[in-house]
């Protein structure tokens, strides 16, 4: 079935419709300078397409939040999350299929940045199960894929030109169609407008811009100083989603508006000018300051210790004693239910050491004898299946996993369970849950950290099936397969 969404008029006032299933297939690049109407153009989209497909728009400024009021559109404000927590809603997204905008508003642009890849990448390592269709609309693309360095940290660019480039570049398998704006086509990434076949082009002036924006429309050179003389809100569109050649669209009216609009010209406010000198060199108003407490009074010290004498302690219960053996499996059915607790996953270690304690006290085990970093080890255990001591039945393997960190025991320990009862290679799902992620590709990024300090040696057999073996043990799980 094909669905087309109108953009707008051609000069002779015929509509201009664009291919939905075409423009997933072949993504979108739109290019204008601020003020040509390249905003307006992407919400006529968003629009225009709301209901026949999820969307996914990286609002740097806050302006598509107002989408939610009239298409429902869920805003999630970037600056109240951490970054982990927005690459879990951007699983959860792909899993539910809900249409958001990831507001950046309050983030600087390195925050902005460091915000977007966690999210693109978790839009892009969401499970196959969940690869559905949907636009992902990235509002100054050239602030995630700049063409040089800038002010932020290398790493911080890295990180967000990989995401950009695996959006447009690989993302069409995994249902993601990039739809990126930028107001400056030389300081976009190349690789990453290449990927773009449909391309609408806004007013621009400087020459660099407008010749590649001419290049990329298959016009002369003579022929670009027409985008010069666009007016604001009309576009060249070309592409196999809107048309086989050039075309000029003015884009159509929308029912949303930005939260902020450009500024309008108002009347000066009237008043002679001695009054406004008045208002502006008027000394400052005196600032309030509390009154000084009065002193205190001074208490003989024959009437303090009369007081101390006639006042009655309340007894405090002392905590009955728990013998070490019933201790140890209070604290392990502790453990237990926490990793039963699915949101547990996702939650940091202190968070989790405190909720330990409450449970704890609930139990009767009024201090345990778990600080927070023994705490971290046995949680990991237990996410690995070990309830009991790991120190004391997995010595070997826990001194072998030295050179680790202690959140990477978890998976160690869940490969090396395995491994010694000779069970099937635990899947990146499972290895998954253990680490606290919900990503398939960190998972991999982990096992590979491992494998270089030589704790790990990976076989993948024709059948596709892993197996991992512990050189240190000598031991080695069964081939099983790796998703």
């Not at 320990?413 to 491994?419: D, E, H, I, P, Q």
Request: hydrophobic share 45%; with cysteine; proline share 7%.
């Amino acid at each position: 079935m094909t669905v087309r969404v109108e953009m707008g008029k051609d000069t002779g006032g015929a509509a201009v419709s664009m291919d939905l299933e075409e423009l997933l297939a072949t993504r979108l690049l739109v290019q204008g300078n601020s003020g040509s109407g390249k905003s307006h153009l992407l919400r006529r989209l968003l629009e225009q397409s709301a209901g026949q497909v999820q969307q996914v728009v990286i609002d740097p400024e806050g302006d598509f939040v107002t989408l939610g009021d009239r298409y429902g559109h869920i805003a999630i404000e970037a600056s109240e999350h951490s970054e982990r927590d927005v690459a879990r809603f951007a699983t959860r997204i792909r899993e539910h299929r809900a249409s958001v905008v990831l507001s950046l508003e309050g983030l600087e642009a390195e925050g902005q940045m460091k915000c977007a890849a966690a999210f693109l990448n978790g839009l892009f390592d969401a499970p196959r199960e969940h690869w559905y269709p949907a636009l992902v609309v990235v509002d100054e693309a050239q602030l995630f894929a700049p063409a040089g360095g800038g002010e932020v940290a290398e790493d911080v660019r890295r990180a967000s030109l990989s995401a950009m480039t695996n959006l447009m570049c690989r993302g069409r398998k995994r249902g993601l169609a990039g739809v990126i704006a930028t107001q400056r086509l030389a300081k976009l990434a190349k690789n990453v407008a290449a990927e773009a076949s449909n391309f609408l082009m806004g007013r621009t002036f400087l020459d660099i811009d407008m010749a590649r924006a001419a290049d990329l429309l298959g016009m002369e050179r003579r022929q670009a100083e027409a985008i010069r003389d666009l007016q604001r809100g009309h576009f060249l569109a070309l592409g196999p989603a809107v048309a086989r050649r050039p075309v000029a669209i003015q884009i159509g009216a929308v029912e949303t508006s930005a939260r902020s609009s450009s500024p309008k010209l108002t009347p000066l406010p009237q008043a002679p000018a001695e009054d406004f000198r008045d208002l502006l060199l008027a000394p400052a108003e005196p600032s309030w300051s509390p009154p000084a407490p009065a002193a205190p009074v001074p208490v003989p010290s024959e009437r303090l210790i009369e007081a101390l004498a006639r006042a009655t302690p309340t007894p405090v219960e002392a905590a009955p004693d728990v013998p070490p053996e019933e201790a140890a499996e209070r604290i392990a059915d502790v453990l237990r239910d926490i990793v039963e607790d699915a949101e547990s996953t996702y939650r940091s270690p202190s968070v989790l050491y405190q909720d330990f304690l409450v449970r704890c006290r609930m139990v009767g085990l009024a201090r345990p004898p778990l600080d927070l970093s023994g705490f971290v080890r046995r949680l990991s255990a237990a996410r690995a299946g070990i309830h009991g001591d790991p120190d004391a039945d997995w010595a070997q393997a826990l001194d072998a996993a030295r050179a680790l960190p202690d959140d990477m025991l978890g998976p160690f320990l869940l490969v090396a369970r395995a491994a010694r009862e000779g069970l099937p290679c635990p899947s990146d799902t499972e290895l998954a849950a253990t680490y606290g992620t919900s990503s398939l590709g960190r998972v991999r990024r982990l096992l590979t950290y491992i494998e270089s300090k030589e704790l790990f040696v990976t076989r993948v057999d024709l059948a596709g099936k892993r197996s991992i073996t512990i050189p240190r043990l000598g031991w080695t799980t069964q081939p099983a397969e790796v998703g």
